[in-house]
């Protein structure tokens, strides 16, 4: 049984849409918004790294945050002539169960508590060197008897300079409304402005990502705003990736320690028409969370 953890924080709901659905953004921090690579999980961050170069690809990924609770997505993306691409998708995160007890704590059963979004991307090149990108997301959260419906949109452009090897992404995540409250009160979504670049080094195999999110709330210290990663990428089907994420520290930080609290980590590598990619970070202070990544072409 998951300790309890409820499906909304705060005055926030469906705040799972925080949480990273790619291994690789995992490994740099658990937050990118430009990075460029045949990888359609990317595009649950920012749907404008949504390319044809995509066309064709199913896309898997599962992750045990903690305890009794995990979350996973699949995706599958397809090219739409040379210059736009689709690709349809969905993502769930399961609480496990929970007692359920009377007021003088007499168990009477069990319930559980799921969130569940429901994804279409569409994307289009704009430029040789801009790409713009949007997501339209369906989202389904329930708690006992209790349930709730939401729709939100992502939108975000990319610029790739592939003679500079230099990325920048921005993309607006979660604009809009919780249709159907679990009760009486409505709450807002997690949405967010985040901005971020991607620099591969002249003359080594590593590549450097900054991403700065929160951009809608200054409530937090400046240097909770940025997440850091660099990635060893020697070929196209070998990676290995670090990253450090300063508000995920801060929230783990323990009078004990928790040295390595906000820290990831990750690697890939591509067998024929397989992409494969672990990462490894702490969302708890007492557990690590494993994430696993499956991408695969289809004929």
């Known amino acids: 049984m998951a300790p309890l953890v409820a499906a909304q924080q705060g005055e926030e709901v469906f705040s799972f849409l925080r949480y990273p659905t790619s291994s690789r953004i995992n490994a740099l921090g658990g937050q990118n918004v430009s990075l460029i690579e045949r990888d359609p999980s990317l595009i649950f961050h920012n749907p404008a790294l949504l390319g044809a170069e995509m066309d064709g690809l199913l896309n898997l990924n599962y992750m045990n945050f903690f305890g009794d609770i995990h979350t996973g997505s699949a995706l599958y993306t397809k090219a739409k002539g040379e210059n736009s691409a689709w690709g349809v998708g969905a993502g769930f995160m399961s609480y496990g169960n929970f007692k359920q007890t009377t007021p003088e704590m007499q168990i009477e059963g069990e319930f559980s508590v799921e969130d569940i979004s429901i994804n279409a991307f569409y994307s289009r090149d704009l430029s040789e060197k801009w790409r713009g990108g949007v997501s339209l997301k369906f989202l389904y959260s329930s708690i006992e008897r209790y349930s709730s419906i939401g729709l939100a ?10 003679a500079k090897e230099l990325a920048v992404g921005i993309v607006v995540k979660n604009a809009g409304a919780q249709l159907k409250a679990y009760y009486e009160d409505r ?9 971020g670049f991607s620099k591969r080094l002249a003359y080594a195999p590593f590549r450097l990502s ?22 060893f990428i020697p070929s196209e089907n070998f ?3 670090v990253g450090y994420n300063p508000k995920v520290a801060r929230d783990l930080k323990l009078e004990s320690g928790n040295g390595l609290g906000g820290f990831s980590i990750g690697g890939g590598v591509k067998i024929k028409t397989f992409d494969i990619g672990v990462s490894v970070a702490r969302y708890h202070p007492s557990a690590l969370s494993l994430m696993v990544s499956l991408s695969k072409t289809l004929p």
């Open 153 to 162: 949109v992502d939108a975000g452009l990319s610029y790739y300079d592939s």
């Open 239 to 241: 990676w290995l990736g």
């Open 187 to 195: 709450y807002r979504l997690p949405w967010d402005i985040q901005l």
């Open 210 to 231: 900054v991403t700065s999110l929160y951009l809608t709330n200054w409530d937090i210290s400046f240097i909770e705003h940025f997440v850091a990663g660099i990635d």
